[in-house]
């Protein structure tokens, strides 16, 4: 069995996948808001959880995120983390993207949509930021777009204005009729719009047809008001983790 983690910006995720199980079983547990404060948010994670053959972090917080993980593996089963990052590979992927430059997460989502798809894909990563990447029939990664995610993007209106906000509205597809469903209608709609927005550009520069996979914690939510075709897989990050393990052996 695999431990896999993957800490972000604003959460702590993690999952277990089980190769020697029928159906390479995979647990994925509910992500934890960190808040910055990494060792009280893991420190109580994986007492009950049975002696994994391998643990491996993704991580794009701080090294004091990292540390705390490395120190619960090590005072629950005496093991090493191993790190990933963003060098290493799986399925020959290459890329020409800015040395350094390239989050692990990013990188992981890339090979995990790989594992899944053939042909041209666009990758669409839903979270606190919205990651959208290229990556072609022959494996080369073409990187793609960045922009504010859903909670960011309301957060910002809020910091930004003498609007009143509570919470997000719900959307329903419609235009607006009061401040916080306008509010909803114009974020959901930006950043729906940005994925197929970028398709077209993708479309237009390389003069291809993509297919499209989405992930992250806000892609079942934002999946219906997409007018793409799409296949939804919340975890891709995870998949993409044991994807490069296995390169790894």
């Known amino acids: 069995m695999d431990l896999l ?13 089980d190769e020697a199980s029928a ?12 808040g910055g404060d990494y060792q009280a948010c893991i420190s109580p994670l994986w007492k009950e959880l049975l002696k994994p053959g391998r643990v491996a972090l993704s991580c794009v917080a701080s090294s004091a995120a990292t540390s705390a993980v490395v120190d619960r593996v090590d005072s629950l089963w005496g093991m090493q983390v191993r ?4 060098t290493e590979t799986a399925y020959d ?61 309301y957060q910002s209106l809020a910091a930004g204005t003498a609007m009143d906000l509570g919470d997000l509205a719900k959307f329903d597809g419609q235009l607006g009729e009061s401040t916080d469903t306008v509010i909803s209608a114009g974020v959901i709609s930006a950043l729906t719009g940005a994925l197929e927005k970028s398709i077209q550009f993708a479309q237009k520069q390389h003069k291809r047809e993509w297919r499209v ?14 007018s793409k075709q799409y296949i939804l897989e919340p975890n891709l990050v995870f998949i993409g983790m044991s994807e490069v393990l296995n390169w790894q052996g």
């Not at 692990?104 to 990758?123: C, F, H, K």
């Open 5 to 17: 983690i993957d800490i972000g910006n604003s959460r702590v995720k993690w999952a277990t996948h």
């Open 23 to 34: 159906g390479a079983e995979w647990f994925f547990a509910e992500p934890l808001l960190h």
């Open 83 to 86: 790190l990933l990052i963003n």
């Open 93 to 153: 992927i290459n890329s020409n993207y800015a040395d350094r430059e390239l989050g692990v997460d990013r990188w992981l989502v890339v090979i995990g949509a790989r594992s899944l798809l053939e042909g041209n894909v666009a990758i669409a990563d839903f979270g606190s930021a919205v990651n959208i990447e290229f990556l072609t029939e022959g494996s080369e990664y073409l990187g793609g777009m960045i922009l504010p995610g859903r909670m960011l993007m």
């Open 213 to 226: 996979i989405i992930t992250g914690g806000d892609s079942k939510m934002l999946a219906p008001y997409l």
